[in-house]
């Protein structure tokens, strides 16, 4: 499995427009690395997790052809997760030559607010309209807690997350065979800790590769979301229970500039506790 993240920031992006923070000064004057675009992970080359407005931009800088993308997951519907903009280009009406299937796998909550901002972006466009489906070159899939589907060659199980829950948010364990990835952004700590890790465990699962959300720093954040402190409880309770290994890659990313580091500095301190911060264009093999 090879992964490469086409983001790693929260949902205002780092540095956020307008602020002037220490991380968001930081960030301006150090560049490279510690330029964060909205959270988006590509699995291969063509399965993506959550298509947001930061897509192609990133895609362009870490020379990704998203073309080749076939199967896609959404997390939940919220702005910086999804952009019905990509959709709409995928019509004959914009000249898209050669468009290939693209299947599309969310909550059926999900897919109605997704469906809303379709119709906002094209009026009269839905994703619960059959036509309206096969005129954008999509299947649309709803699916649910603990339930493993097949996406293409990939086994895939949703799993709960009450960051919205008006909006069916959901994670998402996606295995090649070999290799089990573990995507938990956007990411609550109660439910992890009495859904998520009993699944995991209940199920003898280890993850070859982990991605949790790490969007604020130490004591910092509110509640739909995990802190540093939260975070490395998290990872700490996954290893007392088999679920992750001395060879699991665990990965910090959502990040945001409230209590946390530039990312050198947040690097150092995440080794210390057993974990690495994702940067934009990093790509993993396992």
């Given amino acids: 499995m090879i992964i490469k993240f086409l983001g790693t920031s929260a949902a205002h992006s780092l540095p956020m427009p307008f602020c002037n923070c ?11 690395k510690d330029f964060r675009k909205r959270s988006s992970i590509l699995v291969n080359d063509d399965l993506i997790i959550d ?21 896609w997951l959404q997390t939940h519907s919220h702005s910086d997760h999804f952009s019905a903009a990509h959709l709409i280009t995928r019509m004959v009406e914009y ?6 299937p693209l299947s599309l796998y969310a909550s059926p909550r ?28 999509l299947s649309v899939t709803g699916v649910e ?10 086994a895939v199980t949703a799993l709960n997350s009450a ?18 990835l573990f995507y938990g952004l956007d990411a609550d700590e109660p439910t992890l800790k009495a859904e998520t890790l009993d699944y995991f465990s209940d199920n003898s699962i280890c993850l070859d590769v982990v991605v949790l959300d790490h969007t604020y720093g130490r004591g ?24 992750v290994n001395k060879n699991t890659k665990i990965f910090a990313s959502h990040i945001s500039h409230e209590g946390t580091l530039p990312h050198g500095e947040f690097a150092l301190f995440a080794n210390r506790h057993g974990y690495d911060v994702a940067f934009d264009g990093l790509t993993v093999e396992v």
């Fill in 163 to 180: 960051h919205d829950v008006g909006d069916g948010s959901l994670l998402y364990l996606v295995s090649d065979g070999p290799c089990k």
């Fill in 22 to 32: 220490a991380v968001c000064v930081a960030a301006r004057e150090l560049g490279g």
């Fill in 220 to 243: 910092a954040g509110a509640g739909d979301h995990l802190n540093a402190d939260q975070f490395i409880e998290i990872a700490g309770e996954m290893g007392k229970r088999g679920i």
């Fill in 95 to 100: 000249a898209a030559a050669g468009v290939k």
């Fill in 51 to 71: 298509l947001g407005q930061d897509f192609m931009s990133a895609s362009f800088m870490h020379g990704v052809d998203t073309s080749k993308v076939r199967y």
């Fill in 110 to 137: 999900c897919i109605q607010g997704m469906s809303e901002k379709l119709g906002r972006e094209e009026r009269g466009a839905s994703l619960l309209d059959a036509q309206w489906v096969s005129r954008l070159g």
């Fill in 145 to 154: 807690h603990g339930r493993e589907f097949a996406c293409g060659d990939y």
